[in-house]
């Protein structure tokens, strides 16, 4: 596995693009909590987008949308973050997202199989 990190920077239009991408496809959100351990929130729900929000450091967020259907639909939001990152296969096939907050908490939304972005593109 290959992990490319994302420049806070770069964040909002790293996660239109992403979006775009991936919308539909199925994906798994876990919590990492230095006090709780590892919890599963949501599973095999299909991906609607995820967005930053840009602030003065202690502002910034990243929204997870995840459901696809009005009964199904969960927004995580992940406050404080500080480090966003992609991982990924050799050949290029995304595998999961990582988003790191000020807490120490790690959100992480894997993908249910690992899909090259230019083959999610070729679905759509």
Do not use: Y
Not at 8 to 24: A, I, K, L, V, Y
Not at 51 to 71: F, H, R, V
């Amino acid at each position: 596995m290959k992990t490319t990190q994302i420049a806070r920077n770069e964040w909002p239009s790293f996660f239109d693009g992403f979006s775009r991408q991936h919308e539909g496809c199925l994906v798994t959100l876990e919590i990492f909590q230095p006090d709780i351990g590892a919890q599963v929130e949501e599973r095999d729900l299909a991906l609607e987008g995820v967005t930053a929000e840009l602030g003065n450091g202690d502002k910034d967020k990243i929204e997870i949308m995840i459901g696809g259907k009005p009964n199904q639909h969960v927004t995580h939001t992940v406050l404080n973050p500080v480090e966003v990152s992609l991982e990924h296969t050799e050949d290029g096939a995304n595998h999961a997202l990582a988003i790191k907050s000020a807490d120490d908490a790690m959100t992480l939304l894997c993908f249910r199989s690992a899909t090259r972005p230019e083959m999610v593109d070729a679905m759509v």
